[in-house]
């Protein structure tokens, strides 16, 4: 279901133009003034070509903090040679539209030269969290995430910074950057933001093809049917996680990178769920066509 952002138009504060910053320096400028005055900072990280799933995080930004920042930062270091980079939708001017019709304050859009510098040579790697799922699918998109976040964190000097749990590895190593760094600053996670059809928003959903969407779905659907079964206690993670994989694959999707229970903390692995269990994800990750779609659910 597409949920309506938590305050949506409501948190609409003010009816003032986005500060656009493109330089770190007119960023530190503008949150200084804030700063001056008092005020409560947020900051939304994304890629740009946004949708209702980023719009509901800037909600959340501004219900809880008097600014909100949201940057927008197609991150090249954390695509892959090969990677979708180059073709990564890139939609500026109906982004600033809908940042300006929810009420963001600044908007943060620096050019690769600006974070990355000749002469840049700082990686910020995770150990732990990073060694599964995403971590082994895609060498190096964690450090990539995690070297750009700790800048945008530094730069922006926020108070809470708000990542959805649609990328909830991401999330779980964020979290852990900023704390092993003595960041000050809150990780806030949000609710994965879904279509009616269960798909959860992505901004990759435009590379699906028509008959591509229309089955999309049953990544989410598979795992709904897995997490059944699992939270049922007929105890099997390992028969329901393959099953749903020959589901996918018997559906056209292929290869599938992994479908798997883990911890929701830690990411250990989880083999069996007994009424003792801690919190616990099905975690899947699946191409369909040319498109990568990942998905999470609680156990
Ligand atoms: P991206 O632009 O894909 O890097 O995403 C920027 C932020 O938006 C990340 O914190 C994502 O987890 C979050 N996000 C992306 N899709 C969704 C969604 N469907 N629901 C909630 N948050 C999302």
Known sequence: MI????????????????VVARTVTELRTTVAGWRREGLTVGLVPTMGALHAGHLSLVAE???TCDRTIVSIFVNPKQFAPGEDLDSYP??????????????????????????????????????????????????????????????????????????????????????RMAADLDIPIAVIGCPTVREADGLALSSRNAYLSAPERAKAPRLHAEMQTAARRIRSG???????CADAVAALQADGFGPIDY????????????????AEARPARLFAAARLGETRLIDNIPV
């Open 90 to 175: 890139r939609t500026w001017d109906s982004d600033l539209a809908a940042l300006r019709e929810a009420g963001a304050h600044a908007v943060f859009a620096p050019l690769p030269a600006e974070m990355y510098p000749a002469g840049h040579a700082t990686t910020v790697s995770v150990s732990g969290l990073t060694d599964c799922l995403d971590g082994i699918a895609r060498p190096g998109f964690f450090d990539g995430v995690a070297t750009v976040v700790a800048k945008l964190f530094l730069q922006a000097g926020a108070d809470r910074a708000f990542f959805g749990e649609k990328d909830y590895q991401q999330l779980l190593v964020v979290r």
């Open 234 to 240: 007929d105890g099997d993670v390992s028969a329901a």
């Open 61 to 63: 930004s501004l219900a």
């Open 259 to 274: 479908i798997e229970l883990r911890d929701a903390e830690t990411l250990a692995e989880v083999t069996a769920m007994g």
């Open 3 to 18: 949920k309506t952002p938590a305050s949506g138009a409501a948190s609409r504060s003010h009816d003032a133009e986005p």
